[in-house]
């Protein structure tokens, strides 16, 4: 691993956490304990033995740690340390900074619904759902899908459609940049390349809460 020699913390930070795929190993944990090869499969593109370095280099640097997963198989399981949890906010302000990027998808572009889960909650901190509620959104992107819900309780995202049928719901079909850009609210009041199917008050709410999203940034 390259070093950065200047005496500064920030050099050293980037040490640790600086190299390519490292960031998003990290933030793959955050999300929960994983096996070596659950790892590989969230991370298309790693090649196995760069995973298993960098996986070492965090364990010495105190990032990650391992435990033994219980169960009839032995298997290590990695997890974050205390002192790894406390990249979550350089993560999340990575993540919110690249949000926009998104929206310019690449043909070779790997997506997963989880990655989009992940980052509904940045997307739309602060923003006020209340008076929208209830509202279920569901983002029907071919292979993968995705779920928005305005409640009482705010607002939240899961993997999936919604088991049962609901009045208040609003499906909007597209391919994955199609469907950032619209959360991102990039490409205007059309968004080409996007369907969307339910009742027209609830259409108009999920636009007030884009509409909403985009005021706040």
């Keep these: 691993m390259r070093s950065y020699y200047p005496y500064r913390a920030l050099a050293r930070a980037l040490d640790v956490i600086g190299d390519r795929w490292t960031p998003l190993i990290v933030r793959e944990l955050f999300t929960r304990e994983t096996l070596y090869s659950d790892l590989r499969e969230a ?13 070492k280099q965090l ?28 990249l979550g906010p350089v993560l999340l302000a990575l993540v919110e900074w690249g949000v926009p990027l998104l929206a310019r998808g690449r043909d070779d572009d790997e997506f997963r ?17 209340a008076d929208l509620a209830p509202l279920t959104v569901v983002l029907d992107m071919g292979s993968e899908t995705a779920t928005i819900r305005l409640g009482e309780d705010g607002l939240g995202a899961g993997i999936g459609a919604p088991s049962r049928a ?11 940049p199609a469907i950032i850009a619209l959360l991102a609210e ?16 609830a259409v108009r709410r999920l636009q007030a809460l884009i509409a909403r999203r985009s005021a706040r940034i």
């Design 113 to 129: 619904a989880h990655w989009l889960v992940e980052v509904m909650p940045i997307l739309f901190r602060g923003v006020e759902v």
């Design 59 to 86: 364990e010495a640097d105190d990032v990650i740690e391992r435990h033994e997963a219980g169960g009839p198989v032995a298997a290590d399981v990695y997890r974050l340390t205390a002192r790894g949890r406390r």
């Design 166 to 176: 609901d009045s208040e719901i609003v499906v909007v079909k597209g391919e994955p």
């Design 186 to 201: 990039e490409g205007g009041a059309t968004h080409p390349g996007l369907t969307f199917q339910g009742p027209a008050d």
């Design 43 to 55: 991370l298309p593109g790693i090649a196995t033995n760069l995973l298993a370095a960098r996986l």
